[in-house]
């Protein structure tokens, strides 16, 4: 038998939900502040289950009842809102995945941090012993940079296929890297200093055979949109490391729950960057188009990506 204590303790946030619902129906889902949704949504995971525990005593039918029209309700006002936005993806790319970048601006630096950290520690090491680059490399690709000769030309007789792989190997790499945050973080840190550590080996196993402008000539162009998105996959799996580590004042589930939404904005948001990239990689960046294009190509991509991520800020700020 469920206490009065525990009742009188649930009662209010019922009655807040309540009050939200109304505030809803009556001004619409778009009126609501911010903290009001994110209430929202927690109070609503939280009444669920208030519900499946008054559902165990039978001497509390009441109390189901109206919990139970109360979580419909909310329901359809969530699920509801979201049906009917049919530019909500457009509103999504242009607004809030720019806004959600910059509030998650911490996560993104420290994996790109750890990014670049391995990778000059990939480099010194390939530098300093030229057999490690074996070790990482294997031995075709360092006997095809031996013999001074590109791995990506093979690219180019194959364009929409290898453009399909190549996306689907980024994307795949993306939602991992995120994914393990939920191993505290360990994972994508271990995937973040992967990719950093190979990409330095390579960039030195390139300087070392005199081949660095045939590299970074290739990479440049669709290497500003895929390097980045693969670090902000990173700060989307840091940031549920961050809500599952550090759940403050909420409880840890729903902590992780709120920084679980964030991050999925994040990794969502790596989509059409991932996809362009490996649009660019199959069909420009093996090609014999003069290395000044490609550079000022590569220049332009950034240019326009920091303004976008840079464009938006939340209301209030300047």
């Given at each position: 038998m469920l206490s009065t204590t525990w009742l009188e303790k649930r009662k209010p946030h019922w009655a807040r939900l309540e009050q939200l619902l109304e505030s809803a129906a009556r001004d619409g889902l778009g009126t609501l502040s911010r903290e009001d949704l994110r209430d929202l949504g927690l109070l609503y995971r939280q009444m669920a289950a208030d519900l499946a525990a008054i559902r165990e005593d039978p001497t509390s039918v009441h109390f189901a009842r109206y919990l139970n029209q109360l979580l419909t309700r909310a329901h359809n006002t969530i699920y509801a809102a979201e049906r009917s936005r049919?530019?909500?993806?457009?509103?999504?790319?242009?607004?809030?995945?720019?806004?959600?970048?910059?509030?998650?601006?911490?996560?993104?630096?420290?994996?790109?941090?750890?990014?670049?950290g391995a990778g000059l520690v990939g480099a010194v090491l390939c530098y300093q012993d030229p057999d490690f680059k074996m070790k990482?490399?294997?031995?075709?690709?360092?006997?095809?940079?031996?013999?001074?000769?590109?791995?990506?030309?093979?690219?180019?007789?194959?364009?929409?296929?290898?453009?399909?792989?190549?996306?689907?190997?980024?994307?795949?790499?993306?939602?991992?890297?995120?994914?393990?945050?939920?191993?505290a973080g360990l994972g994508t840190l271990y995937m973040m200093a992967l990719n950093g550590l190979m990409l330095g080996v390579v960039g030195m196993a390139c300087w070392l055979a005199g081949m660095s402008l045939a590299l970074w000539s290739f990479v440049a162009p669709h290497g500003v949109l895929e390097l980045p998105a693969v670090v902000i996959a990173g700060g989307a799996g840091l940031r549920v490391a961050q809500g599952l580590l550090f759940p403050g004042l909420l409880p840890r589930r729903d902590s992780l729950a709120a920084s679980g939404a964030e991050a999925v904005k994040l990794v969502l948001g790596c989509v059409p960057l991932l996809v362009v990239a490996g649009i660019i990689e199959a069909f420009v960046s093996p090609t014999g188009l003069a290395v000044p294009l490609k550079f000022a190509m590569a220049a332009a991509l950034f240019v326009l990506l920091v303004g976008y991520l840079a464009g938006r800020r939340e209301p209030g700020q300047t």
């Amino acid at each position: 038998m469920l206490s009065t204590t525990w009742l009188e303790k649930r009662k209010p946030h019922w009655a807040r939900l309540e009050q939200l619902l109304e505030s809803a129906a009556r001004d619409g889902l778009g009126t609501l502040s911010r903290e009001d949704l994110r209430d929202l949504g927690l109070l609503y995971r939280q009444m669920a289950a208030d519900l499946a525990a008054i559902r165990e005593d039978p001497t509390s039918v009441h109390f189901a009842r109206y919990l139970n029209q109360l979580l419909t309700r909310a329901h359809n006002t969530i699920y509801a809102a979201e049906r009917s936005r049919p530019w909500a993806a457009l509103g999504f790319f242009s607004h809030t995945f720019p806004m959600v970048f910059c509030r998650n601006l911490g996560c993104c630096l420290l994996a790109c941090a750890v990014f670049v950290g391995a990778g000059l520690v990939g480099a010194v090491l390939c530098y300093q012993d030229p057999d490690f680059k074996m070790k990482i490399l294997g031995p075709q690709m360092v006997d095809t940079i031996e013999r001074h000769q590109m791995w990506t030309h093979s690219i180019l007789t194959i364009k929409p296929v290898a453009s399909s792989a190549i996306m689907t190997n980024n994307l795949s790499v993306s939602f991992t890297t995120f994914a393990l945050g939920i191993t505290a973080g360990l994972g994508t840190l271990y995937m973040m200093a992967l990719n950093g550590l190979m990409l330095g080996v390579v960039g030195m196993a390139c300087w070392l055979a005199g081949m660095s402008l045939a590299l970074w000539s290739f990479v440049a162009p669709h290497g500003v949109l895929e390097l980045p998105a693969v670090v902000i996959a990173g700060g989307a799996g840091l940031r549920v490391a961050q809500g599952l580590l550090f759940p403050g004042l909420l409880p840890r589930r729903d902590s992780l729950a709120a920084s679980g939404a964030e991050a999925v904005k994040l990794v969502l948001g790596c989509v059409p960057l991932l996809v362009v990239a490996g649009i660019i990689e199959a069909f420009v960046s093996p090609t014999g188009l003069a290395v000044p294009l490609k550079f000022a190509m590569a220049a332009a991509l950034f240019v326009l990506l920091v303004g976008y991520l840079a464009g938006r800020r939340e209301p209030g700020q300047t």
